[in-house]
């Protein structure tokens, strides 16, 4: 439905939106009220929001022993058309009975693709980003599949790890990130790889992504490179402003995309979505950060731009627009910034202020 969507849903004639809020634990609590302001401040430029308030997360698993409840996946499958996670805390030590439920929900929505744009304020609207790129991370294989195996050989312990890479995945992530190349001014796509040393995986990924504007001719618009991915890392710190857009498979993407964070100031403003053909779900990058839990002092930014990129994502460009535009200026100004920006501002202030210039 997304791909359809992402092409369509502009002018389908929808009447409602059905949009499903899972805070999870810790300062996600305080950050998904605040997407759901900005949301709710757009008006008409968007079908009327309903939301559905749902659980899931350690707190919830520690409360049911579920930490991911069947009735949250089967209202996010059955009624919503998009959702917003808050974060989670994972236990440090291993809890019998606990896995993530963002990550149980990526593979039960099939949100292969982990978006996340890293895009830093300039001080005068006028000039452009210095960092304004976008990472698409295969987010369902590669070592991520976690089939590794302990045994013990002649000289002690052996460890091993099975990476998949799948010609169908990197075809599919391929798309998605020609499919944001394309919608982007600069229309430029770098696809990250280690073909040189891993021929075999990482030349499946290159070659499967190469070949994505053969099947549909509107991608040949976009310009493709390619870098090794060491050296991407480098050129990634030294001279950020060459990047669009990166697709890389999962591990390289994971690390890419936190390297990438690091160049915009503060976890607090990196958003995600994770999008499949079927659904999109939008995601702040950070965790639930235990220490500045209940102080309300929280970055509200990174979850209402992971809400404006999942509108973007179903079509709602102007809407999507006028939140970025709304925290672009707030940013700049400089005057109401939570104190992870330098700022002595609360998260409610910060989304007030956010709220009325949407
Ligand atoms: P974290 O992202 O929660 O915090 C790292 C640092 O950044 C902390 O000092 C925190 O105060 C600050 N920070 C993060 N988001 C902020 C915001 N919106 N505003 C202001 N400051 C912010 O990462 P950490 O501390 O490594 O992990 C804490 C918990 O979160 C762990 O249980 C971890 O497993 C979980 N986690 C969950 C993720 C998810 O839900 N996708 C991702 C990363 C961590
Ligand atoms: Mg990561």
């Known amino acids: 439905m997304l791909r359809t969507s992402m092409r369509t849903m502009a002018t389908a004639a929808r009447k409602s939106l059905t949009i499903g809020l899972i805070p999870a634990d810790g300062i996600g609590k305080e950050v998904i009220p605040a997407a759901r302001t900005a949301i709710e401040a757009l008006g008409s430029d968007i079908p009327t929001p309903k939301f559905v308030d749902l659980i899931a997360g350690f707190e919830t698993f520690t409360r049911t022993g579920v ?124 696809v990250i790889h ?39 890392v480098y050129r990634l710190f030294r001279e950020p402003q060459i990047y669009d857009v990166m697709v890389a498979p999962n591990l390289y993407g994971d690390i890419l995309s936190d390297a990438a964070a690091a160049l915009v100031g503060s976890l607090g403003v990196v958003p995600s979505v994770n999008a499949g053909d079927e659904f999109v779900m939008g995601e702040p990058v950070h965790g639930s950060a235990p220490d500045i839990f209940g102080q309300g002092i929280a970055n509200p930014v990174a979850s209402i731009r992971s809400a404006a990129l999942m509108l973007r994502h179903l079509g709602y460009i102007e809407a999507a627009n006028r939140i970025d535009n709304a925290v672009d200026s707030v940013l700049r100004e400089g005057q109401l910034l939570t104190p992870d920006l330098g700022g002595t501002a609360g998260t409610r202030e910060v989304t007030e202020a956010i709220a009325k210039r949407i």
Do not use: W
């Open 67 to 190: 930490a991911l409840p069947e009735e949250t996946v089967e209202v996010l499958k059955n009624d919503c058309d998009c959702a917003l996670f808050g974060s989670v805390s994972s236990p440090s030590k291993k809890v019998v009975g606990y896995s993530s439920p963002i990550v149980a929900l990526r593979k039960i929505l099939d949100l292969y693709a982990n978006i996340r744009p890293v895009v830093s304020v300039s001080p005068n609207p006028n000039e452009p980003s210095k960092v304004d790129m976008i990472v698409v991370r295969e987010n369902t294989e590669c070592l991520y599949v976690k089939q590794e195996q302990l045994t013990v050989g002649e000289h002690g312990k052996e460890a091993r790890a099975t990476r998949l890479i799948t010609e169908r995945a990197s075809t599919r992530i391929g798309k998605m990130a020609f499919e944001l190349a394309l919608a982007r001014p600069r229309k430029h796509l770098t």
């Open 194 to 232: 280690k073909s040189n040393v891993l021929s075999v995986t990482d030349g499946l990924f290159r070659e499967s992504v190469r070949a994505v504007p053969l099947q549909d001719t509107r991608f040949e618009a976009v310009t493709v490179a390619e870098q090794l991915v060491d050296s991407a």
